[in-house]
């Protein structure tokens, strides 16, 4: 479904076997060094749901990003089929590959415990035009889609479930969005997963 020019939403694409592996994978990265961390705002707070980054040290409020952790130790690595699963899922959801030559290269993996949540925000980063590629493990989540202009309305909120995939192109790579709520105990039975996962791909163009 096209919720919005250039943001569409694919249910179920992956299957329970798909969601398991990347679940598995996510466990990995999760771990030190250079595992799950938790982001301090400029503000003096915490974000409830904590990060692991892939390919580039990622910094969200003003998006410093280096290749080291802020433990010193060097950010895992992007891997080959990750950014292949990116491609497809643009492709899938374009029904055509992606404009962008450059390949899938930054990952951001957001773990939401049953009463984490995510304010509205735009990713403002101007590094590459690249559709954001999403996809959601575990608990489905309320995943609030707004505008361009402003925090506030008009927005949509779409329930994003185990296994769906959501990509952000054209006009809505700079919309405002957020998850205002987790809805606990949705996930999957068999997944073994409590709590949200949400993987986004990304294009840095770290290559050039
Ligand atoms: C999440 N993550 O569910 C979301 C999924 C983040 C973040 O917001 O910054 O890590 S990605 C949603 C997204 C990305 C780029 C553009 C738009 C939405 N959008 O225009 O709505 O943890
Ligand atoms: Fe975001």
């Not at 008009?154 to 054209?170: A, K, T």
Request: proline share 10%; hydrophobic share 35%; net charge positive.
């Amino acid at each position: 479904t096209e919720v919005a020019p250039g943001a569409v939403h694919l249910p179920d694409w992956l299957g329970p076997r798909r969601q398991r592996e990347l679940l598995d994978a996510c466990r990995a990265w999760a771990r030190p060094p250079a595992g799950l961390r938790t982001v301090r705002t400029p503000g003096g707070g915490t974000m409830t749901a904590r990060q692991v980054c892939l390919g580039l040290h990622w910094y969200p409020y003003g998006y410093a990003s280096t290749a080291v952790d802020g433990d010193g130790a060097p950010v895992k690595p992007m891997p080959a089929w990750l950014a292949e699963l990116g491609r497809r899922a643009v492709t899938d959801a374009y029904g055509t590959p992606p404009p962008a030559v450059d390949a899938y290269d930054i990952a951001l993996v957001n773990f939401y415990a049953g009463d984490s949540r995510m304010g509205m925000h735009r990713d403002a980063e101007k590094r590459s035009p690249a559709p954001v590629v999403s996809l959601s493990l575990g608990d489905s989540c309320l995943f609030r889609f707004g505008n361009t202009a402003s925090r506030g309305r008009p927005y949509r909120d779409v329930e994003l479930r185990s296994g769906d995939l959501f990509v952000f192109g054209g006009a809505s790579r700079l919309a405002y969005h957020g998850v205002p709520r987790v809805l606990p105990g949705t996930a999957p039975p068999g997944l073994g997963l409590t709590g949200r996962l949400n993987v986004t791909l990304r294009v840095g163009g770290l290559g050039r």
